[in-house]
């Protein structure tokens, strides 16, 4: 073999070497060109992605909070509004960065940050912040140091990030006070910024909290706002309008929120630079109602009041399972006060249902102003016109079941029926008018229909089955219907202002932030039900009823007081011969409906006594209604200061209207 020949093969070694020099320069093209084409894929494919998750990373958006509109008295005092407070939060995220613990726990632990992360494990370094967190915090928020710590770890061992709320309603005080304590224990600088703000994990954010300053039970007029408890497995449900006018009136006093957008740094702190869209909040509607706070405090102490007084009747007496107590202004219709006392309600169990809309109750004599009125309308007869009752006291006619009366009369005029509550007189009037007209009179006075009361549950009312002369002959009297205070004051305002019917309401008006009227609320249109005479006839004979009839008891010394008495039998359906069948013979409901002073009225009025147990008073409305309707009438007129129409003996008198102190929110100035 030749000399060339040896040198002109490659040695094993080197073509070894130029193997892994081609692997090589492969490998190092496949990382790159696997390398570019992920730059591309990020760049190009994921682009928008990463960008979006960028933006999230570094974007906040703020709820700002809307303020519910206030509630007002017809004085303008405030009987529901919506004070600053704070709400604190503490932020899981916090919890979950090594970095963050030891940059709060520094200072107290007197140890560099980065010592502390050596130091510490992240679980411990939580342990470490919680406690010294809970010992400053707990107090302050009403709460046990444990307390504090487990609230915390059970919604931390479910979820990792997101907030807890420590507080929805701490006072500016109380939370000056929290961050105060918790810079002197050196946990961190309070760093605001515009209605939210940050001291270590804990998150400050404005917000407001619903106040009803009134110290009167007002529940079941005015309601409440708050949480509603949610069914299981179902998320919490936003804070609404739970009861009363709260509930009625929640779209319009409930205002919208606002939003702030911004960006924020790394750490989390705001860059003002790039400071985004802001929607500013848009607070409730405020409103006004008819009801007058003063006057409601002088009907509460009424029936509060104990006493022996001869001729008085005091709720102890009565044992009822219900009193309720309505006072409305006749020419505006607005109602001034309603007052319900019963065992099962007080201050720790608050009423929130609205009996002036939701009891229903059988009327007894007072609805025979009705019956009278309409009668007198139809022109049949007149005020001197006499009608045969019964000498016997009893009417027995094949076509109903017979009538009884307490007091017996052979004949009578429209007044002398209502005065002497003639139940067979009533049904005689009643059918002058015919079925059909009787029924279309009932209805035409706003019984069984809704009057549209401002309350969120409101009963119709009905006859017992259909219209007929049976049911007639006991509807005449208060029998077989069953209607709601609200109904009943709706008639006695017509029959005050001659024949007009208009019905009972509590929304007066929307106001501004300042208190002052805005913009109305929408009216039933007034309508004359029975002419103008035919109710002054009805006005004279009730002026009567308390002066020499069925009511005298509630006949009082300083004014004229005119009403109607009512004394009924609750329903009682029970299965009899295989059929339901209804009896009047069960529970009396005592009531009395009156106005005064009689010849220009100021105020109307209704007293309702359900189920009396008590025996120290003839169990009829004008042994027990009549006489509380006048006690609290007297009080009513020297609160509005009336002068007295007939000299008074010696009596102690409530303050008038302008010495009573009400609170009023700081931004009204009212009394």
């Known amino acids: 073999m030749s000399r060339a020949d040896l040198y002109s093969r490659n040695e094993v070694g080197e073509r070894s070497l130029q193997w892994r020099a081609g692997v090589l320069c492969l490998g190092v093209v496949t990382a790159f060109s696997l390398l570019s084409w992920r730059l591309i894929h990020l760049q190009v494919v994921q682009h928008e992605h990463y960008q979006a998750l960028l933006e999230e990373s570094h974007h906040r958006s ?66 470490r912040y919680l406690g010294h967190l809970g010992r400053v915090a707990a107090p302050l928020l009403g709460m046990e140091a444990g307390e504090f710590e487990a609230r915390i770890r059970t919604r931390l061992a479910a979820k990792a990030k997101g907030e807890v709320f420590l507080s929805r309603d701490l006072s500016t005080s109380g939370a000056l006070k929290l961050r105060e304590s918790l810079e002197a224990a050196q946990l961190g600088t309070f760093r605001e910024s515009r209605n939210r703000g940050k ?19 007002l529940g079941h007029i005015v309601g409440f706002f708050g949480e509603t408890k949610p069914s299981p497995g179902e998320e919490p449900k936003p804070a609404r309008g739970v009861a009363g006018v709260e509930r009625f009136f929640q779209a319009d006093l409930t205002g919208t929120p606002g939003r702030r957008e911004l960006e924020v740094d790394g750490w989390g702190n705001e860059i003002p630079a ?25 009907v509460e102490e009424a029936l509060d009041e104990a006493g022996a007084a001869e001729g008085e009747v005091y709720l102890g007496d009565l044992q009822a ?63 001197q016109s006499r009608i045969e009752i019964a000498a016997s006291g009893v009417y027995d006619d094949e076509d109903i079941t017979p009538i009884h009366d307490e007091h017996a009369m052979a004949s009578g005029t429209v007044e002398d029926i209502i005065v002497h509550s003639s139940n067979i007189g009533a049904y005689k009037l009643g059918r002058l008018l015919g079925v059909r007209r009787f029924e279309e009179l009932i209805r035409d006075f706003g019984f069984c229909r809704a009057t549209g009361f401002e ?140 106005f005064l002073p009689a010849d220009q009225p100021k ?20 042994r027990m209604a009549a006489p509380l309707f006048r006690r609290i009438a007297e009080r009513a007129m020297a609160y509005y200061e009336i002068p007295a129409q007939f000299a008074p003996k010696s009596s102690l008198q409530p303050q008038a209207a302008n010495t009573i102190p009400v609170k009023a929110n700081p931004r009204h100035f009212t009394r």
């Not at 802001?278 to 607070?283: D, G, L």
């Not at 409305?328 to 249902?353: E, T």
């Not at 105020?603 to 120290?616: E, F």
């Open 62 to 127: 703020q709820e700002l909070s809307a303020s519910r509109g206030d509630i007002l008295d017809t004085r303008g005092r405030v009987l529901a509004c919506d004070e600053p407070v704070q709400q604190v939060t503490l932020e899981l995220g916090f919890l979950q960065t090594g970095a963050a613990l030891a940059d709060a726990l520094a200072a107290v632990e007197k140890m560099k940050p980065r010592d502390l992360r050596h130091a510490f494990s992240l679980e411990q370094l939580q342990n």
């Open 199 to 217: 001291l270590g994990a804990l998150i400050f954010q404005n917000a407001f909290a619903r106040r009803y300053p009134a110290d009167l039970p």
């Open 274 to 298: 790039y400071r985004g869209q802001m929607t500013p909040a848009r607070n409730g509607r405020g409103l006004r109602l008819s009801l007058d706070l003063g006057l409601q405090g002088v």
């Open 455 to 594: 309350s969120p549950m409101e009963s119709r009312g009905s006859f017992a089955g259909q219209m007929t002369l049976q049911t007639l002959s006991r509807v005449a009297f208060g029998n077989a219907i069953t209607v709601t205070p609200a109904q009943m004051c709706g008639a006695l305002g017509a029959i005050i202002n001659g024949g007009s019917y208009r019905p009972l309401h509590l929304a007066e008006t929307w106001v501004d932030e300042n208190g002052q009227a805005v913009e109305g609320l929408p009216r039933v249109a007034e309508r004359q039900v029975v002419t103008a005479e035919a109710a002054q006839v009805v006005r004279r004979a009730m002026l009567e009823v308390v002066e020499q009839g069925t009511g005298k008891p509630g006949r009082s010394e300083l004014f004229q007081i005119a009403g109607k008495t009512g004394t009924a039998r609750k329903a009682v359906t029970a299965l009899k011969d295989g059929r339901l069948r209804t009896t009047y013979q069960g529970d009396l409901i005592c009531s009395f409906i009156g």
């Open 321 to 383: 399972e219900r009193v309720v107590v309505v006072l409305f202004d006749p020419a505006s219709m607005g109602v001034r006060a309603i007052a319900c006392r019963d065992p099962k309600h007080g201050p720790d169990r608050p009423l929130l249902s609205n009996p002036v809309t939701e009891m229903l109750y059988e009327p007894g004599s007072t609805i025979k102003i009705v019956t009278a009125a309409g009668a007198l309308s139809s022109g049949k007869l007149n005020r």
């Open 603 to 622: 105020l109307g009025g209704l007293v309702i006594i359900d189920t009396p147990r008590g025996t120290k008073h003839a169990q009829y409305g004008g």
